[in-house]
């Protein structure tokens, strides 16, 4: 497997990541040679085995966690929908009619947002809060909707559009405070775009469970973690893998390759140079395109602020600017001819001409029609950030408005 791999005009990390090819050919040869199914009992299959749960114990180590805490996934889509679809095997309680309320965030992922529309059907009532315009949910107006019918509160870590850090541990404060002697809500985190790029405390005592995907971090498709605090009943049912809370044969390659990046990814206090490194270029990106005309930042607050402010409140990995006058979708073809991958927002929505985060923090139709995302990874060079730049400003003299 080559790592000769050019993705110097690669600005599109958030939708996925240039795979670690080194990473990758390891987890390939271990279980070339413990091919067999990890659920045999014979020696080869308890050879398999033990490989799965040496991934998992490392997970779990990068993560901070306990390693039974952890559920190998396909992915981040399959973890989201998880803890949705674990209250259809609650017992009913409730008339047909009334069976409970999710609290969501307006900006989560469609993995979430949709999953939660299509549980309207079966009489479960879903409650959206919109962000503020920075594109931060204010934790206390979420904590607000919460009542005793609540079942599930679901808050993204890292907005995958816009970058926007949510306050994802003063929620889960919040609910350990407001329910105490009551029964209280699962609360799920979509951290998809929060492991192994920013901090992330996963075992804050008031998180059920979270989400993580391998692809978004340098590892392969097809693989991911659920992070279950305590145990929660399974509605998907067959083999008994995973403790009996996930039906499949286990994807060991996938999970050793998976450990491998979390190990080498993940932010900590011995390994956060990149990090921080990363604060001052993006600082310095969204100060350079933002005196482009026309060019606004999203959220426009974001604009000037210190790679020291901008910290506490945006990924240093995510940028979503719009450009007057130019589509989103016309930018990204033009970047594209000169090399630069770029997207208008989420892969997963590529598709449709709605953009249900913008619209939700207030932005105009006309303006998010023409927003982009840069996205950037711990690859991403000081040169090809200026060619970027370079690019954007040649495309803006294109477009006499």
Same mark, same amino acid.
């Given at each position: ?50 490989? !799965? ?34 209250? !259809? ?16 965030? +307006?900006?989560?992922?469609? +993995?979430?947002?949709?999953?939660? $529309? ?13 962000? $503020? ?17 609540? @079942? ?25 405070? /407001? ?7 699962? %609360? ?39 992070? @279950? ?7 998907? /049912? ?5 403790? *009996? ?8 390659? *996938? ?6 990046? @979390? ?37 426009? =607050? ?9 910290? $506490? ?9 719009? %450009? ?6 016309? =930018? ?7 090399? &630069? ?17 913008? $619209? ?12 982009? /995302? &840069?996205? %950037? ?21 294109? %477009?006499?408005?």
């Amino acid at each position: 497997m080559s790592s000769d791999i050019d993705f110097s005009g690669y600005f599109d990390w958030a939708a996925t990541t240039p795979p670690d090819t080194a990473i990758l050919q390891d987890s390939l040869n271990r279980t070339a040679e413990c091919f067999a199914n990890p659920s045999s009992v014979h020696k080869a299959g308890l050879k398999a085995k033990e490989l !799965l749960g040496e991934a998992r114990t490392r997970c779990a180590k990068a993560l901070g966690v306990a390693a039974d805490t952890l559920i190998f996934t396909s992915g981040g889509t399959e973890s989201d929908h998880w803890p949705i679809l674990s209250l !259809l095997q609650r017992p009913r309680t409730k008339s047909a009619q009334q069976q409970g309320n999710i609290i969501i965030s +307006a900006i989560e992922h469609p +993995a979430i947002r949709e999953m939660c $529309e299509s549980i309207k059907n079966l009489n479960y009532d879903i409650i959206s809060v919109k962000p $503020e315009k920075n594109g931060i949910v204010d934790a206390e107006k979420m904590l607000e909707k919460v009542n005793e019918d609540t @079942l599930l509160v679901c808050l993204m870590a890292v907005n995958n559009e816009t970058g926007a850090v949510q306050p994802v541990h003063q929620v889960a404060d919040g609910l350990i405070r /407001r329910c105490q002697g009551k029964r209280k809500p699962k %609360f799920h985190v979509d951290a998809v775009q929060a492991a192994g790029k920013i901090p992330l405390q996963l075992s804050h005592p008031g998180i059920d469970s979270a989400a993580i995907s391998a692809h978004k971090l340098r590892g392969p498709r097809g693989i991911g973690l659920l992070y @279950l605090a305590k145990r929660q009943e399974s509605f998907l /049912r067959g083999g008994g893998q995973e403790g *009996g809370l996930r039906a499949g044969t286990e994807n060991v390659a *996938g999970a050793l390759a998976l450990a491998a990046c @979390l190990e080498k990814y993940v932010i900590s206090p011995n390994n956060s140079a990149r990090y921080s490194a990363q604060l001052e270029t993006t600082a310095q990106f969204v100060k350079d395109i933002s005196v482009l005309k026309g060019c606004k930042i999203i959220p426009e =607050m974001r604009t000037g602020l210190s790679a020291e402010e901008s910290a $506490e409140l945006f990924s240093p990995w995510i940028v979503q600017a719009s %450009f007057d006058g130019i589509p989103g979708e016309v =930018m990204v073809r033009a970047l594209s001819e000169k090399g &630069f991958s770029i997207s208008t927002g989420s892969a997963c929505s590529a598709k449709k001409l709605s953009r249900p985060i913008l $619209e939700a923090m207030g932005i105009k139709k006309e303006q998010a029609s023409t927003a982009v /995302r &840069f996205s %950037f990874g711990a690859e991403t060079t000081a040169e090809a950030t200026n060619a970027l730049i370079q690019a954007l400003t040649e495309i803006r003299a294109l %477009f006499k408005i």
